[in-house]
């Protein structure tokens, strides 16, 4: 038995229906039930990082979680209503970019996007038909989310026409699709 996958040019919305119907993450009601709060609990804030990590929180990553971010739970609180970024960014100076950038999200997830290697992957791919993995460097990953991903991320939003949570889902899904060989070797086809 053979089946053929082939290239086929679509717009944005077509793209992003598609792909964020392929969309399928462990325990997603913990991102659900939580994001639109508007006054996050301790256990808000920890299902949040558990959905993020995509399973229990390590030892490591929990005692970093309960040091970083829930011991400055009234802090995400008040940001949530009074935003500023460089407070926020001076706070949480001691984060991992990609902890960082998801904290900012939880914070205010209509206007930072949740960004991982993923969707950095699948972003790249679309403006250049090349993979390319993100940067291990901490500065560079977060230059590049403010740089490049937050414009594109939007820009997609407004082209396709789709809510952001779809976005983030189609992308996420493609972007983890080109680590597959097979997919990848489709779309490298003729670039």
Sequence with gaps: MYFTIKRTNINAHHFIIFWSSLYNYPKEY????????????????????????????????????????????????????????GEFNKIFSGLSAIWKIFLLHCIRPNIYPIFD???????MFILDKTIHEVSKSEKEKYDKYFSLYVPFFNELVRQSDCDPIKVDHALWVFGKALKSPIISDVLMEDN
Excluded at 117 to 123: D, G, L, N, T
């Design 30 to 85: 913990l991102y659900m039930d939580c994001i639109s709060k508007t006054i996050y609990s301790s256990g808000d804030l920890k299902n949040l990082f558990i959905w993020k990590n995509g399973m229990r929180l390590s030892d490591r990553k929990n005692l970093s979680f309960e040091r970083k971010v829930r011991k400055k739970l009234a802090t995400v609180n008040r940001l949530k209503s009074n935003f500023s970024l």
């Design 117 to 123: 290697q993923h969707v950095f992957r699948a972003m």
